[in-house]
């Protein structure tokens, strides 16, 4: 027997432990720092394809309640020509007629409910164990410490579920859908990751406007694919002043080709070609950043989701911005650690 290998997913492992992107941060000066990140975004950002046409917002205010200490609203407003989103939008009921208030863009991660775990509470049994499972409610509590907080669901999740009313589409057959509308989208010349960024600067432009919000004051978080989101939402809006990735920290070669956690919402033609995850993070530099990582996260292991950080640590010293980068390593699983949230985003933002 010949023994060589006939595996196509040996041969992609293989071909990524070996690869070297072209544009990894080599840097040694602050100077030289700069020149990269400048470089190196545009060819990143590049990587989304064609973006979806803005058109106007036309905000419809479907209701709103209060929820304990918060005023929750949800808003429906247009974000592109051929769809719309449901903005849900907590605010706190301490703040006097005419405060306003930083606010906090709160991606929600893969699940089958959206933004809604997120958000609140939980109204069924599935969402609130969701939000056991993961400490998952940052857009609730956060708002509950004084911050106003705002969310939407990306394409194929919550009220944009393909397979929910009122959609009931059932086309996917069983296939993932993160995967489907990757493959429609590139062959527009376009990206998941484009179309779900677009929709989220709709909505922060739409949050903004608001009269409870200080739009000079905006930041972003989100868990696993929210993680994924929040990160791209700040490479491709410069309004976010602080950004907290939870959970989504570690290697491709090792998370994308050898464990096949990733979709279609997460990634961009050629992108593993110009960078890995630790330099699209370190390219927020000098931007605040705060990262957690489980310590029993089973989604990203701690060994390469460490080796990840300890890169980005290495990009934001180099730059000289390395007060502006903070861990938060807790003794936990696929969750929000929320050790330092709260402070990190008071430091920056108010």
Known sequence: MSFRNLSPQRMFEA???????????????????????????TNVLATLGRLPERVPLNPQLLGEWE???????????DVDRFIAAVVYVNIPLSLAEGETAAAIFCWHGHGDFGKSPVMGPGASE???????????NYGYQMAERGFVTYAIDWIGRGDRDDTLKPNWRAQGGGDDWCNLYYLNATMLGMTSLGINVTHGIAATDF?????????????????SGGGTMALWSSLCDERFLATEIICYSDLWAHFGFRDLNYC?????PGLYSLVDLPDLQGLLAPRPLLV??????????IDSAMACFRQVEHIY?????????????FPGGHAWGDNKSEAFFRKWLV
């Open 264 to 268: 279609g919402m997460q990634v961009a």
């Open 126 to 136: 599935g969402v609130r164990a969701s939000v056991a499972q993961h400490n998952y």
């Open 67 to 77: 929820e304990g200490t918060l005023l929750r609203q949800r808003w429906l407003i």
């Open 292 to 301: 957690d990582i489980g310590a029993e996260d089973a989604t990203f292991l």
């Open 15 to 41: 071909m990524a432990l070996e690869h070297v992107p072209s544009a990894r941060f080599a840097a040694s000066t602050a100077e030289d720092a700069e020149a990269w990140r400048f470089s190196t975004l």
């Open 207 to 223: 949050v903004a406007s608001l009269p409870q919000v200080d739009g000079s004051r905006l930041g972003v978080m989100g868990l």
């Open 317 to 329: 010293d180099v730059a000289g911005a390395s007060d502006r980068l903070e861990l938060d390593l």
